[in-house]
């Protein structure tokens, strides 16, 4: 990803402005990914998250980006000694990834069911678009090699993310542990626990 001494676009520059962001966006082995979700469509594809959740009191900033998870760094151990077999995390289940995306979400009041509090429904959509921007790093690393990994969230993409396939969600279940306050920022992490067939199970927090 760009130094963060540079940044490249309006997402990035105001999510370095908050520290706790600039930490994740300039730790090692994290690249910025595109949202082509952000990008207005002659089509309407997208204009929930592109045009009704982009405005100054909704959505005004979005950021995603691929770290590796954290047991799976801790694979690898960082003074070269031989892992203990013993205490090192189960092996990865057939289709899984040993990386994460994480999506930032500016957050404005016009989000609000409660005051000063998002609204249950928006913090749902939060993940499903989360885990939308992972099934689409999935699609380009893995079914369309001419898919872009990375670029600047600004650039126009191709819909569906430029890899001719459609993306669904079957099911979404969210527990709602406490409020997600506003105006504030949030990061929804996602990964993937498994694979059935044609079926992509992820998880997320946030």
Not at 155 to 180: K, N, W
Request: net charge neutral; proline share 12%.
């Amino acid at each position: 990803m760009p130094p963060p001494s540079t940044p490249s676009n309006p997402d990035l520059t105001h999510f370095l402005t908050h520290p706790w962001c600039a930490a994740l966006l300039s730790a090692p082995d994290t690249t910025l990914l595109p949202t082509p979700s952000r990008v207005p469509k002659k089509s309407t594809e997208d204009s929930f998250f592109a045009t009704t959740l982009r405005t100054g009191d909704t959505i005004p900033y979005m950021l995603s980006f691929t770290s590796p998870r954290p047991h799976a760094a801790s694979l690898s151990p960082s003074d070269g000694a031989a892992a203990d077999p013993s205490t090192a995390p189960p092996a990865l289940t057939p289709g899984t990834s040993d990386e994460q995306v994480s999506t930032l979400f500016s957050l404005g009041d016009g989000v609000n069911g409660y005051p000063s509090t998002a609204h249950g429904g928006l913090t749902a959509s939060l993940f499903d678009e989360a885990m939308g921007v992972s099934m689409m790093r999935l699609r380009c690393s893995s079914a369309s090699p001419k898919c872009t990994a990375s670029s600047s969230p600004s650039s126009p993409q191709p819909q569906g993310g430029g890899t001719g396939m459609d993306i669904v969600t079957a099911s979404l279940r969210v527990d709602f542990l406490r409020r997600v306050g506003t105006p504030g920022v949030v990061v929804v992490r996602v990964w993937v626990k498994e694979r059935r067939g044609r079926r992509w199970v992820l998880e997320g927090e946030m």
